[in-house]
């Protein structure tokens, strides 16, 4: 079979129901009979819970139950959150923190949830809520990512989460000490709150000895384990499924406190419990995102050619260790330490501290924004310190494409990739820079120019399941283990399988989300959708042909040997009978041979796809307010063969946009004593489609090798390219005004400050 067929820009078939209000999320799918819950919790940052009443709370009008941690307990359950832990370099285990899914006598952010209220309305679990009578002695509050300060966790003592490293630190540091010329850039990257169209929720119903747990997650499988591991319950008693999700971002790929909470509670009362986050509580509970500083250094021969690349991370955990944390900002930021560059002399070094805030865990991209995001500053500046062309510098140091497949210092196999004909793509759509720049200078206005050339390393589960069902009415069901947040699944998995099969496309149901319906799934996450799943899809549709071979070869009264299937229609010399698949199904169905009405296959990817490409940022500065603003934005990219490239591009555009958020925008702030102050859209900006510019996007596909379909995930790539772009836009236009180091986010205060006194006070 041909394993890739026809690009075709199709719109998406879900819209129709989300644009006119049909779509159906958690808050649109609450049983009559629900009860609603509500949580307490922790106004401080930090403190040790010496009093708890909830006899008011328990007698108010409508309350159905209230519980603590000791609830929760006694009804037998595991209460300790998992979370991933790295090895340190002294070859110790990451400090593993202990969260319970309730408060243990102490709290360690503002919002941890204490206790939990299930009422008959929604406005009545948070009434019972604010009569819960409680006293927290205040402990010292630790925000600064360091070691030292008031031990949040016993297994930490210097509140050091871990201390990893790889690579070669002794080689590192004698091709820093042979070097022509060594760069250095101390940078931030700003920690941003996820903010979702559609908060967290989650609802939950024991009926027959059974849990049906139902919320807006990235998939349904993972959730369905942890419920088992946790509740002590047998996997067969637990149906996860997951409604309509209005975002997910990384946030919702993993479990929280509250769903356990809300599953124990609807075991214990035997009605359904339903809880939604409301969006203060969202920016509060919610996990947040990035939040690291990173001294990246780079080493060059006399020919500016870098011989050895390091990065020492400082990150900031939060409270806890959260799901995938202590994995992000080490081994998932090492996917992409030296980007497209030819290096083998690498040393990566990253610490993470506890501090009273809000955990911080997986955001669009998990680890790779934040590497490339670090490698492309310091290239920008390099360039600036060597006197280089910073788009020459690049040039320079790609891996060259006769070096494909190309080993990393890290153990990434890239396996194709032509970085410099991709960046003679963007050079030739943003020609104009100097004059553009020029008239911009006539009215006060800096114009500024950044690149960055990024690199993806697509993650999660490289294993991935699929299902394909003929329906009586002649439709056909899809079944995937992947999860749509938003991306257009339903068009793209049904415009694949039509692509194979023949089966028109507005005849294909995609369905998702449904541990019942099918046994096995990875769920979404890591830009993994596209790749694995239609590498699912493909090796189910051949196990359908092997099965619908011999029986149409009866019919046709030939050899299997001579049945041939062209994507539509199957034939054989000397037969006049050209079944369609789905003819061929309804012919399955007429003779009762329904063993061939349902296929399902499993299949695995060995290797990853790696798209890249060049993203260039140009920015307008108002020099008497500081505003910036992103004026033209520009994007080449490698993802291989496209499905549907409008798909790809509204990807894009979505990736980039949250980018420009965070380089613009979006910044989380705390006063000292852990409060968050950015616990509304009233305080924390996000970006408008107003001060988003046309976004170009070119696809200039090299066809991976790493898949039969030669494609690259797409989903997170806007994001990984944005922040350097748009910051060394910022840092071009300010650097001709003696502004030598600047910072994400771009406010215009901020910027004022740089262009007024070339440096910025302290928050």
Known sequence: MEKFGKSQPVKRTEDQRFLTGQGRYMDDAVPENALFAAFLRSPVAHGRITSL????????????????????????????????????????????????????????????????VVAETQLQARDAVELIAFEIEDLPVKMDVAPGGEPLHPQAPDNRAFDWHMGDEAATEAAFQAAAHTVALDVHDNRVIVSSIEPRGCQADWSGGRLHFSYGGQGVWGMKAQLAQKLMLDSDAIRVTTPDVGGGFGMKAMPYPEYFSVAVAAMTLGRPVHWMSDRSEAMLSDHHGRDLTSLAELAFDADHRITAYRVHSRCNMGAYNSHFAQAIQTNLFSRVLMGVYDVQT?????????????????????????????????????????????????????????????????????????????????????????????????????????????IESILGDPSEGAKIEFCEDGTVNLYVGTQSNGQGHETVFAQFLSDQTGIPADRITVVQGDTDRLAQGGGTGGSRSVTTQSNATLVTVETMIAAFTPYLADKMGVEESDVTFDHETFRAPGSNLTPTLTEAAEMAQADGRNDLLQHEARARLEARSYPNGAHVAEVVIDSYTGETRVDRYTVVDDFGNLINPMLAEGQVHGGVVQGIGQALNEHVVHDAHGQ?????????????????????????????????????????????????????????????????????????HKVWELLTHGSVAAE
């Open 346 to 454: 690498t040393y990566l070094r990253a610490e993470g501290f506890f501090t009273n805030t809000t955990q911080v865990d997986a955001y669009r991209g998990a680890g790779r924004p934040e590497a490339i995001y670090v490698l492309e500053r310091v290239m920008d500046r390099a360039a600036r310190e060597l006197g280089v062309d910073p788009w020459e510098l690049r040039r320079k140091n790609f891996i060259q494409p006769e070096a494909f497949p190309y080993k990393t210092a890290t153990g990434e196999t890239y396996d194709v990739g032509d970085f410099d004909m991709v960046l003679t793509r963007a050079a030739e759509q943003t020609r104009g820079f100097e004059v553009r720049k020029a008239a911009d200078a006539e009215n006060g206005l800096i114009r500024g120019q950044g690149l960055c050339y990024y």
């Open 676 to 748: 968050l102050l950015t616990a509304s859209f009233m305080d924390y900006a996000l970006p408008r489609a107003a001060g988003i510019p046309m976004i170009k996007f070119t696809s200039a596909p090299v066809p991976s090798t790493a898949n039969p379909m030669g494609m690259k995930g797409c989903g997170e790539a806007g994001t990984v390219g944005a922040l350097a772009a748009v910051a060394n836009a910022v840092q071009d236009a300010l650097w001709d005004h003696g502004v030598r180091q600047a910072d994400m986010p771009f406010t215009p």
């Open 53 to 116: 009443d909830l006899d008011a709370a328990r007698a108010a009008v409508g309350v159905h139950l209230v519980m603590t941690l000791g609830e929760l307990q006694a009804a037998g359950i595991d209460t300790v959150m998992n979370a991933t832990t790295v090895p340190n370099r002294n070859g110790t285990q990451g400090a593993a923190s202990e969260r319970h899914m309730l408060a243990c006598n102490r709290v360690r952010f503002v919002g941890e949830p204490i206790a939990v």
